[in-house]
Structures are given as structure tokens and as C-alpha cells.
């Protein structure tokens, strides 16, 4: 039968009443059908009556019996609204417009509504659409990369959560490969786990795909096999849950692959200048606050069960800085303060290698590149320009006195890099924590109180290089014991009383004390400053490195 307009009329009149006193009456579906009149009529009512119990608008006591019965007046009304629209004695449940329109609010309620309630008892409903999302994290030292996140202000999740994902993004059509468009179609904005001719080496490639072309956009251009490449992945557990952008907020899981991916040095010069810039808006967020900034914390968070400490393992995520580990022999170097001093490789097992250089136009530059590479605060001069990360860029003259200083360390030392070069920006090729200077920069004074807490002062000394930079004086306290104080005291007046428990004690009250009141062991502290060791062996004995007065005044300098 053909159900037009007259079909819903009769309809309409043969509904059960239900008045605002609570007040109604109950037909039988069967009575129903024959008062309507039309063939096929009850297989229709069948129809009707699945949408109206999902619409929770018949009374479900009388259901078993075969009758229907509205649960409110108000419940009647809506179904002869419903009705009266189908007989087309009025205008269409929503004009177009409801739907075409960009952002529009009410509908976004409507489809959260509905979804929310299709998750009965805490029970999750069958998702609608599925995210399938490439990540990866990239870190710098405690810190991680994150990437701000498009249409902020139309996604209420994001409003709360934060608006920075990870680098990354999700799956697109054109990501897809070797299918027809129109399957790649169904397989991304299809229901989940629909039959799709989609194989596992396709969406393997969709995925790295989808994390080259986010990057691109998001990253100032970054491109795999230029600036990095990618070295394995993991999938997290899926997340499914009532979220979306706008009038997207339906029933939707969301599938994490995360990749760790290997910088190149040109990719880290990109980092490097990208950051802080506005056009950017990247942020480095701590670890730890990582599910306060992030617009998907909560598929984030679920995946990772809000353990951080699980999120960050260096081993598999990526460092900005290691590219710059390809001197996996070297463990520091060690720059000089002047000519007659040599440039320090330290190399593994402690062994060191000496270089001297040519002139004191390279110790200065050197020092301006360790400087820059530590991050420390200085006044630049001579047009050169510290872009980031320990990136300068030299002006034509230093520029072309570092490549001929780069020469001739590559010369003097053959097996490892020692300045390296990316579209016309230098840099020490060194992670910056493995960068020190000389002990001749420091001095320090010691406080010695009897039976007391003691205080190490450190002077990391002030300096003008000649047309590159000048920096000023730092001091620093370290508030220490007694005992460590008193060992410190010993080292520096040569007294061999404590050399053996420095020896042989893995945890021995110098390197691994804190300070008072600090996170920070001594070791820790010091060489936060540039200075490699705070005392050193030689030949089994042991000696403070850097001048250090002793006085009980020294405090109140």
C-alpha cells in the first residue's frame, strides 16, 4: 500500500486520548488497525509502535496486552505533532536550514541528548562514527610538545579539557590507498567495523599517512624523510564516549595509534624557530599537566588510565635533542675559557680526549654556541642571533669563522662531529645537558657553621665576547647539611679522611644529598650551572674543582 497523507489523517483521529489530569483510555493495536481501515495497516502500526516505545511515549504496562496508552498529555501531544507533520497538516519537523547551518546549538543539544540516552544503565551504545587518530610525542627534557586544536569554541570538551592535542591528527579519505573513493568513504565516516575491503597493510599506511600530512600542516612544514622519520608505533586501548565537535557530539570511538618518530637536525631547526612564534601557538606543557591542556584528555587519559609515568618513556618517545646523540661516544664536552686551555671531548668509560684550537676568535665562539645551547640569559651584539635551542646564526663574519673552525675540528678529530650546519645555522652537535664549561668560570664560597646546615655559594663569573654576545655574573645558593658540608670542607683542604666513603659508597652524602630545601641533588645543581663536577679524582684522590673560600662570613657575602 502506498502510505500518503490521508493514511496519517485517519491516523491522527485514532489515536487514544490522554487528558492533562492523568485521565485516558487505551486501545488495542488490533482495534486500532480496523478503525483505520487500510490494508497492511497493523504491519505498519508494528513499525510505529517500535518507534514510539523508543521514544519512551506508550505506556509499557499495557504493551504486553497488545493495547497502547500515552504515559502523559503531554506525551499524546508530541505524538500528534509527530503525526499531524507526516499528514502534512503543517510545515516539516525542522526546515532545512537546521541542518545546513554551521554551529547551530539546538542541534547539537538534540543529537547529544538522543546519544546520551541510547547508553542505557552505564552501558556504552553502538558508536556511530569511529576517529581513527595518528599521534606522536615529542619531548623536550620534562616537557612535551602540543599542538593547538581547530574550532575551540564550538566543542564543549575542549572548552573544559583544554584546546592542544598532541602533533598529529585524524584519518582522512585521501589518507586511504588503492581503493575507490567511495569504499575509503564508508571505511572513515562509515558505522564502525562495517564490512569494508580496507586490509591491515592499508590502514597500516593510511596512519603513517595520516601522522605526514598533520605534521606538514601543523609542525612549520616538518616532512618525513627530511626532517625525521618514523620508527615504530603502538595502538592504545580505544575510548568510546558521547563527544564531538558542534553536531557531532553522538556516540563515537576514537582509536589512538602512536608513533615514535626520530628527529633530524633540520627538523629540530624547525622546532627551534616555530616556538613561541604567534602564528604557531605551540605550547610545551609539563608532563604532569599534560590532561589539564589536552582538548581530548579524556580519550587520553583513558588510554593511558592517568598514568604518566607509563605516558613518558624517553625510550619511546622523541627528544628534541636526540638527533645530537650521533656522538653516542662522547658523553660531554667540556669548552675552554681561554686559548691556552683545550677543548675536552669526554668520552665513554671516562676517557678523555684533548683538543687544542687555533686562536681565541674559536674559543669565543665556542663559548657562544655552549652558551646558547645551555639557554643561558645573555646580550647579543654584532647582528648574530640565538634562534633557539642552541641554533645561532652567525653574521657573514663569525659565519664564515665558524665553517673554517668546523673544518678544522673535523680535521683534529675525525671520529666525532663537533659543530654541525643546517640552512646556514650552526650549533654544537651535543645534547645541551652535555655542554660545560671550563672550571675557571666558577668559584664558589663556602659557609661552615659549627653544628649547623652549611651554604655553598657558586659564581658562575660574567663575560664579554668581542661582537657576540655579553653575559653577567650568576649566583646561586645550595643549602646543605652538615655532613655534606663538612665533606665539601675536607675535599677542599685536601684531607683524604672522607676519600674512601666518596669511593666506595654509592650513595655518599655528596652526590646524592639534596640540599636543603631543593629537588635538586648537589650534582644536580652544579651542573644545572654549566659546571661538569664539583670535585674530581685524580689518581684515586679527590679535590674540589673550582677555587672555594672557606669562612664562617661566607654566607653574608
Avoid at 601522522?211 to 601543523?218: G, K, M, Q, T, V
Avoid at 654544537?428 to 675557571?440: C, D, G, M, R, V
Amino acid at each position: 500500500m502506498t502510505v500518503d497523507e490521508q493514511f496519517w489523517k485517519k491516523f491522527l483521529y485514532a489515536l487514544p486520548l490522554k487528558t492533562p489530569e492523568g485521565y485516558g483510555e487505551s486501545f488495542k493495536k488490533t482495534d486500532l488497525a480496523e478503525s483505520i481501515g487500510e490494508g497492511e495497516t497493523e504491519l505498519i502500526l508494528d513499525v510505529l509502535e517500535s518507534i514510539f516505545i523508543k521514544l519512551g511515549i506508550l505506556d509499557t504496562d499495557l504493551l504486553f496486552r497488545g493495547e497502547w496508552a500515552f504515559v502523559s498529555y503531554s506525551a499524546r501531544l508530541f505524538c500528534c505533532s509527530y503525526v499531524a507533520t507526516l499528514a502534512g497538516l503543517g510545515g516539516p519537523f525542522f526546515d532545512a536550514s537546521f541542518w545546513r547551518e554551521p554551529h547551530n546549538a539546538a542541534r547539537s543539544d538534540l543529537l547529544g541528548r538522543m546519544e546520551g540516552n541510547r547508553n542505557e544503565n552505564g552501558k556504552h551504545a553502538l558508536p556511530l562514527r569511529v576517529n581513527r587518530v595518528a599521534w606522536t610525542i615529542i619531548t623536550r627534557g620534562e616537557y612535551v610538545l602540543l599542538c593547538p586544536r581547530e574550532i575551540l569554541s564550538q566543542d564543549r570538551d575542549r572548552a573544559v579539557n583544554g584546546g592542544y592535542v598532541l602533533p598529529g591528527g585524524r584519518m582522512d579519505i585521501k589518507d586511504l590507498e588503492g581503493i575507490s573513493e567511495g569504499e575509503a568513504m564508508r571505511f572513515v565516516y562509515g558505522i564502525p567495523d562495517a564490512p569494508s575491503e580496507v586490509s591491515e597493510k592499508q590502514l597500516d599506511n593510511a596512519f603513517c599517512k595520516t601522522l605526514e600530512r598533520e605534521l606538514r600542516e601543523e609542525l612549520d612544514d616538518l616532512r618525513h624523510g627530511e626532517d625525521y622519520e618514523i620508527e615504530g608505533h603502538g595502538d592504545l586501548e580505544p575510548y568510546i564516549g558521547v563527544y564531538g565537535a558542534s553536531d557531532r557530539r553522538v556516540e563515537t570511538e576514537t582509536r589512538i595509534r602512536l608513533f615514535t618518530i626520530r628527529l633530524k637536525p633540520s627538523g629540530i631547526l624547525k622546532l627551534a624557530r616555530g616556538t613561541g612564534e604567534e602564528r604557531h601557538g605551540w605550547q610545551w606543557v609539563r608532563r604532569n599537566d599534560l590532561g589539564k591542556e589536552m582538548a581530548s584528555g579524556r580519550a587520553f587519559l583513558a588510554a593511558f588510565r592517568s598514568d604518566w609515568n607509563c605516558f613518558y618513556d624517553p625510550s619511546k618517545s622523541e627528544d628534541v635533542e636526540r638527533a645530537f646523540k650521533g656522538n653516542g661516544n662522547v658523553q660531554a664536552v667540556i669548552l675552554p675559557l681561554t686559548q691556552e686551555e683545550k677543548l675536552t671531548l669526554v668520552l665513554r668509560g671516562n676517557h678523555k680526549r684533548e683538543i687544542a684550537l687555533p686562536d681565541e676568535n674559536s674559543v669565543r665562539l665556542l663559548l657562544y654556541l655552549g652558551w646558547s645551547a645551555r639557554g643561558f640569559f645573555c646580550d647579543e651584539e654584532g647582528g648574530n642571533r640565538h634562534i633557539g635551542w642552541g641554533w645561532v646564526e652567525f653574521n657573514d663574519v663569525y659565519k664564515d669563522a665558524a665553517e673554517n673552525l668546523k673544518r678544522y675540528l673535523k680535521e683534529a678529530e675525525p671520529e666525532h662531529d663537533i659543530l654541525l650546519f643546517c640552512e646556514g645555522k650552526c650549533r654544537l652537535f651535543q645534547p645541551s645537558k652535555e655542554i660545560y664549561f671550563s672550571p675557571a668560570l666558577f668559584e664558589g664560597w663556602l659557609s661552615i657553621r659549627e653544628g649547623e646546615n652549611g651554604n655553598l655559594q657558586l659564581f658562575r663569573k660574567g663575560k664579554r665576547l668581542p661582537g657576540l654576545c655579553i653575559w653577567k655574573e650568576t649566583a646561586k645558593d645550595f643549602p646543605l647539611s652538615e655532613s655534606a658540608t663538612k665533606n665539601l670542607k675536607a675535599l677542599n683542604d685536601k684531607n683524604d679522611v672522607n676519600h674512601e666513603t666518596l669511593a666506595n659508597d654509592a650513595h655518599d652524602v655528596l652526590n646524592n644529598v639534596s640540599p636543603v630545601a631543593s629537588s635538586q641533588t648537589l650534582t644536580e645543581a652544579v651542573r644545572s650551572l654549566g659546571l661538569r663536577q664539583l670535585y674530581a679524582s685524580t689518581k684515586g684522590k679527590y679535590a674540589i674543582t673550582i677555587p672555594l673560600n672557606t669562612n664562617e662570613e661566607a654566607a653574608k657575602l
